[in-house]
């Protein structure tokens, strides 16, 4: 933390700096695109994917046939490589003649979608894969926690005549509750860090055109290794640790026990 | 493996001195690192093992890291102490890591300033500073058009293009379009995050009659009419009517590969990985020149510096390695085993070099290239790709755009200049 | 097809019920259609990348799914590729060690933080959790200057100590562990066992399906870290799986027919892990429910 008011580039002396690595990031306005983008993922991806993967792991969670197979095919996405990934991802998003979208959008006739190669369609296009590599981790640990409540409440609901929506609502979700604050906020954490997607599917011009895909991670990490500008990436991290700080805390204090 | 074994050398050497508290042979270690390339890691194995033949009191390790993560590899180990004694990088990398204060200048003793402007080729003046160099390439590297030969023979074309506008008429002969008009087969690979912003810098806007930096590459110069001309010339080439498009086939030199591009501009480093590729036929010619016969290129190299990390008894020897690495004698290894252009005319200009049918086209091209002296390549090259999306994305016109890529750049180069 | 499974669960598998009427409606048929569809689209990717491994380098950029000649010259080249055997070791010993070391050490901290009232507790919890605020790539130098002080550079204990305790697993079992009843942790204190016995006999098994999806992200996380192993090793026989095929890439080339062999081979394991760990998330639930 120190090392944010210094300038310091690796080896050199580190000077004192001050605020001045605050002001040059106030000044920035590749910085608060940088902001802006890291929200972008946080405030979609996290309830997309909380809302989908609770979706899957209730209704799965009432499947028999051939569960573990269905189990793990949604769970093989997380346990691959994500470089590999990122990059068949990338593929599938190319422009005719190699990207399977565009091919298939071809084959009816509708004009191409450019995704990693636009200012607006390139953050929902990575924030996809980072959402579809998640999901069978999220389902895990909620099917964990449907199981993880005692039976005796189910046996007890249906003997008192209780709807299924009802005792959803009324027994599931709330007896899920550390589980869902577990993965709200560790979502949350997750896709303020969003990385290896971004930097795997924007390699040729890291961030995407013109920075629409940058989150903060990825700029802490140029700044640090390809300039060299420690104390600036310091400062950066500073943010991203205070913002992170903040929004766990929010949502530690929104969803306590009341 | 090799590597191993060299270490555990180095281990039984260095503890069966200590053991005999030996005064005669005082074996020194110093490190070597270099990114990973199957052809490099054995040329400078041979080079080590000649090195160590005629100075068998310093042995040299050798690790390598994977490319792609090499800069971060360094950056991590060096502050700590660790790491290598001479390492290479990239020139353009060498603003950046003599900031950071990662290096540390060859002494003017051993490396006479004058004598090496003499003998090299002149783009390595980019490594001078003062009486002092800072870093020497063992080969270069420049830009030449790759065209694949079974295209131009189906589309009935006899020969590559000598000049700008000939590759136009080519190039249009080569592109198909699919009913919706998308492009399938391009004529020209398009893509500032590969080596087009080096052909851009260097080659297009001088042959626009412009000139892209002043003042030592410290004044950006390329918001002139001539540099937008140049990238007009440059963002036509993916219109509408045009022979390409950026972001065809996601990377220029997979679209090349994949023999869906007629034409390639790139680096004579590509060669290895295009003679792998099954059933792709190439051929490779100068960049095209002007109406008038202007030719420009763009030539960069890979140096070996010496650390701030190597002092004393090291450092003796890591100049005495460093010597040797740029030799006439490691020069021609480095041709023989990588195929990379020695870095002295004398080394490198034989008749026998300049006509070769694959490094020919390279080697004539560093008779008229410019090295650009970066200051963070990776920003600046940043710069171009943005001023190009701005206007295919955003629909800026090509003056402005440029204007914004000049004034960044500059506030780049400023940053840099005003605080050393 | 889901009428036969429910007509062969056991009758005595009573937990079943919870799940499954007697009849097989319109609805189950409809649910376990979508599910299967969804998990199909779900692996698409992953069929991709199996495909690309059986591809000649020339074909990868064809869109079609099914090689044109399809061969397994790609997966006898990585395996033949003497050091691919030292690069899986040295990830199987790092990933196995830092999952059993988080399993123990994690539930214990998470264990603590959940049951037992002192103060501060709750600024421990924010500062174990602030732990994960910080991204790897900024901690990679600390912990690079650390390792050197402690000679671990270039070592297994090098590449695992930044891994063998984790915040995520902390922050996990403490969300389980609010679920296990006070009151059985009170019956058990009763019954005269000590904190420890506690813990370890009455909480843990009751936990099971947490420790078993722990274990999985714990031992996936350090299958597949990248960043670290590649700054603390030096040599080529201390590389990890992930750090030894990145070297398929170099400065020219990618050879994405060996990125993904190397990435469909470096699966198995996690899939096998997976495989064992999944049954004990199943059976902690036929556990707790007997014992509810």
């Known amino acids: 933390m120190v090392i944010s008011f210094q300038d310091w580039n690796l080896l050199g002396d580190r000077t004192w700096a001050g605020w001045k690595n605050y002001e040059k990031l106030w000044n920035n306005p590749v910085f608060w695109q940088v902001f802006r983008n890291t929200f972008v993922y946080l405030i979609l991806g996290t309830p997309i994917s909380l809302v989908i993967s609770f979706f899957i792991a209730y209704h799965l969670d009432k499947t028999r046939f051939m569960h573990g197979f269905i189990r793990m095919l949604y769970f093989l996405p997380f346990m691959t490589s994500a470089v590999a990934m990122a990059w068949v991802w990338r593929w599938f998003y190319q422009p005719v003649p190699i990207g399977l979208f565009n091919n298939a959008l071809a084959q009816f006739g509708i004009p191409q979608i450019e995704f990693l190669r636009s200012t607006t369609n390139a953050l929902p296009a990575i924030l996809a894969p980072a959402v579809w590599a998640g999901l069978g981790f999220q389902i895990i640990i909620f099917m964990a926690g449907i199981r993880a409540i005692p039976q005796s409440y189910y046996e007890a609901a249906r003997i008192d005549g209780v709807s299924k929506t009802a005792t959803l609502f009324e027994i599931t979700l709330p007896l899920l509750k550390p589980t869902i604050v577990f993965l709200v906020v560790f979502s949350s954490i997750g896709f303020l860090r969003i990385f290896d997607q971004v930097f795997n599917m924007t390699s040729g011009d890291p961030g995407g055109p013109l920075n629409s895909t940058k989150p903060l991670v990825l700029q802490i990490y140029q700044s640090a290794f390809t300039d060299f500008d420690m104390g600036y990436a310091a400062a950066q991290t500073v943010v991203l640790f205070l913002i992170l700080l903040c929004v766990s805390l929010f949502q530690l204090y929104l969803l306590r026990d009341r | ?420 | 097809m889901v009428a036969a499974d429910e007509n062969q669960a056991p009758p005595n598998k009573r937990f079943s019920n919870r799940v499954a009427k007697r009849r097989v409606s319109m609805g189950q048929y409809i649910r376990w259609s979508v599910l299967f569809l969804g998990g199909i689209l779900m692996v698409m990717p992953i069929i991709y990348m199996l495909s690309t491994s059986l591809k000649w380098p020339h074909e990868i950029y064809d869109v079609s799914l099914i090689p044109k000649e399809p061969h397994l010259e790609n997966y006898v080249y990585v395996l033949e590729d003497g050091r691919f055997y030292g690069w899986f070791t040295n990830s199987l010993i790092i990933a196995l060690i830092t999952t059993l070391s988080n399993v123990l050490f994690d539930s214990l901290v998470g264990y603590t933080l959940c049951k037992f009232r002192f103060p501060g507790r709750y600024i421990v919890f924010i500062a174990i959790l602030s732990t994960l605020m910080i991204p790897t790539e900024m901690l990679v130098i600390p912990w690079y200057l650390m390792s050197q002080s402690f000679g671990w550079l270039d070592t297994h204990w090098g590449i695992m100590f930044p891994g063998l305790m984790t915040a995520f697993g902390t922050f996990l079992m403490k969300q389980f562990f609010e679920t296990v009843p006070d009151d059985f942790i009170e019956a058990a204190r009763i019954d005269g066992l000590n904190e420890l016995q506690i813990w370890w006999t009455v909480a843990m098994p009751l936990v099971k399906p947490a420790l078993a999806a722990l274990a999985i992200f714990v031992f996936l996380g350090n299958w597949t870290a990248f960043i670290w192993p590649l700054i603390v090793t030096n040599s080529w026989d201390m590389y990890t799986l992930p750090v030894g095929l990145s070297t398929f890439a170099d400065e020219a080339d990618v050879a994405w027919e060996l990125v993904m062999t190397g990435a469909a081979i470096s699966t198995i394991p996690t899939l096998v892990v997976f495989l064992i760990f999944q049954r004990f998330i199943i059976r902690g639930v036929v556990m707790a429910g007997l014992k509810g």
């Open chain 2, 1 to 420: 493996m090799k590597f191993t074994k060299m270490k555990a050398l180095v281990f039984a050497t260095a503890t069966s001195t200590t053991a005999l508290f030996s005064t005669a042979a005082h074996a020194v270690e110093i490190e070597y690192w270099q990114y990973f390339f199957g052809a490099r890691v054995t040329a400078m194995e041979q080079l080590i093992e000649n090195f160590e033949a005629v100075n068998p009191d310093i042995t040299v390790t050798m690790t390598h890291f994977p490319y792609a993560d090499y800069r971060t590899k360094v950056a991590a180990a060096i502050p700590a102490g660790e790491g290598p004694d001479v390492v290479q990088l990239f020139y353009g990398w060498l603003n950046d890591y003599k900031a950071a204060s990662l290096i540390q200048p060859l002494p003017a003793d051993s490396f006479d300033a004058d004598t090496i402007d003499a003998e090299f080729f002149p783009m390595v003046s980019a490594m001078r500073e003062g009486e002092n160099y800072w870093a020497l390439p063992t080969a270069v590297r420049s830009l030449a058009l790759f065209y694949n030969t079974r295209l131009f023979d189906d589309a009935g074309i006899d020969g590559p293009p000598e000049t700008l506008d000939e590759m136009l008429e080519i190039g249009a002969q080569l592109t198909k379009r699919d009913g919706a008009g998308n492009i399938t087969q391009a004529g020209l690979t398009m893509g500032m995050t590969a080596q087009d912003h080096h052909w851009f810098r260097e080659g297009l806007v001088r042959q626009f009659g412009g000139e892209p930096y002043l003042n030592d590459y410290t004044t950006v110069n390329y918001n002139t009419p001539e540099g937008v001309s140049a990238m007009e010339f440059y963002v036509g080439l993916g219109e509408e009517n045009g022979i390409g498009a950026v972001g065809f086939m996601d990377e220029p030199q997979a679209a090349f590969k994949a023999g869906r591009a007629g034409m390639h501009i790139d680096g004579s480093f590509r060669i290895g990985s295009l003679n792998k590729t099954r059933g792709l036929k190439w051929a490779v010619t100068e960049l095209p020149a002007t109406g008038e016969g202007m030719r420009s290129n763009y030539s960069s190299y890979w140096v070996n510096a010496i650390t701030t990390k190597a002092e004393d008894e090291k450092y003796d020897a890591a100049v005495k390695f460093m010597q040797y690495v740029t030799s006439d004698e490691a020069m021609q290894i480095w041709l023989d085993v990588v195929g990379e252009l020695p870095a002295k005319p004398s080394v490198g200009l034989t008749e026998a070099n300049s006509n070769d049918a694959t490094y020919g086209p390279f080697i004539r091209g560093l008779a008229y290239a410019n090295t650009t002296k970066f200051v963070n390549e990776s920003a600046q090259r940043k710069v171009l790709i943005d001023a190009v999306e701005r206007v295919k994305l955003q629909g800026m016109s090509v003056a402005d755009s440029l204007a914004i890529a000049a004034a960044a750049e500059q506030e780049l180069l400023d940053a840099f200049y005003t605080s050393k």
